[in-house]
């Protein structure tokens, strides 16, 4: 089964907020900088979804699927 970009976008975003940002945050002092570049990587996917701007999301997908524990 193929999943959409909008479909997938939100999966993803989900999996950063719920899973590996608290591991960051969880660290302290030394995740601060990683887990404040993930609330900026979220916020702009969120930003892309409410302006429906395409090019936008595939880049914050991208990006966010850089993201680990």
Excluded: H
């Amino acid at each position: 089964m193929v999943e959409s970009l909008g479909e997938a976008l939100p999966r993803e975003m989900a999996r950063v907020r719920d899973e590996v940002l608290p591991a960051y945050d969880a660290v302290g002092a030394p995740g601060l900088l990683a887990a404040r570049m993930m609330r900026l990587a979220l916020d702009r996917a969120a930003k892309a979804i409410a302006e429906g701007d395409v090019a936008a999301m595939v880049r914050s997908f991208e990006e966010l699927k850089g993201f680990a524990t």
